[in-house]
């Protein structure tokens, strides 16, 4: 028998090594082409551009204009850890909304076919908890990831819809049935607990008006619901006075 305390030194593992290669490429220079990391890691262009491809389908990545980037995914484990990222929105703009909200409110971005929560403010324990310890969440499952679905075109969705397993049908057929009330009210809701915790959540756009983000808030069913539409508002006013800032926030998330 192996005595469990002995110490194993640890070894390279090829595969391992390319992948966490490109993260570290892409963080210390992003905007990197795919010619660029083929050139810096040496390697085959057929097996770097798999794993870029892999990376991006996972959110650990994402491409503009040919070039990568750092993707969502990697900014979801600063939630997990109990960190939060720079960029959209400042951490004081979520804690006034949870204040005025006297909710938890959450920050998700959509990764692959997932929703990552990126940052917080206030408590629920029951999300608080689960964004910690898993960060993806199916997009059906959830208020943000309804909201982000219901802004992409037809076509985009049609796809999404059609790779569901026949498990998620149901969640299909419910979206399907709120989609264009979604899209006209640009709020979304998700019911969940038993029917004990309720959550709203809008788009938040970048300066190209382009869906970047979900903000969502989320409590308990009872203090909430009779609420609803004062919170659609407040949301919707929120992301609305974002948006029109000019400069860049300070204290950045």
């Known amino acids: 028998m192996h005595d469990l305390k002995t110490t194993r030194v640890p070894h390279p593992h090829r595969t391992v090594d390319r992948v966490t290669r490109i993260l570290e490429e892409v963080l210390y220079n992003p905007g990197l082409a795919l010619a660029d990391l083929v050139r810096v890691m040496d390697a085959p262009k057929s097996s770097v551009h798999g794993f870029l491809r892999g990376l991006l389908a996972k959110g650990w990545l994402y491409e503009e204009q040919h070039r990568f980037y750092l993707g969502p995914a990697v900014y979801g484990l600063t939630l997990a850890s109990g960190n939060v990222r720079a960029g959209l929105v400042t951490q004081s703009d979520l804690l006034a909304l949870h204040e005025q909200a006297g909710a938890a409110v959450f920050l998700g971005v959509h990764a692959g076919d997932d929703l990552i929560y990126v940052a ?57 049935s709120e989609r264009d009330d979604i899209r006209k009210k640009r709020i979304a809701i998700n019911i969940r607990e038993s029917g004990s915790r309720f959550a709203i959540a809008t788009t938040i756009p970048n300066r190209d008006g382009q869906p970047a983000a979900a903000l969502t808030i989320v409590g308990r069913s009872r203090e909430m619901q009779p609420r609803q539409r004062e919170l659609e508002a407040l949301l919707i006013d929120c992301v609305d006075a974002w948006a029109s800032r000019t400069g860049v926030a300070r204290e950045a998330i």
């Open 120 to 176: 917080d403010a206030g408590s629920d324990h029951i999300v608080g908890f689960e964004a910690r310890t898993s960060i993806r969440r199916r997009l059906l499952v959830t208020a943000g990831g309804k909201a982000l679905l219901a802004t992409r075109s037809d076509a985009e969705l049609d796809a999404y819809l059609r790779r569901r397993q026949l498990e998620e049908r149901p969640l299909v057929e419910a979206f399907l």
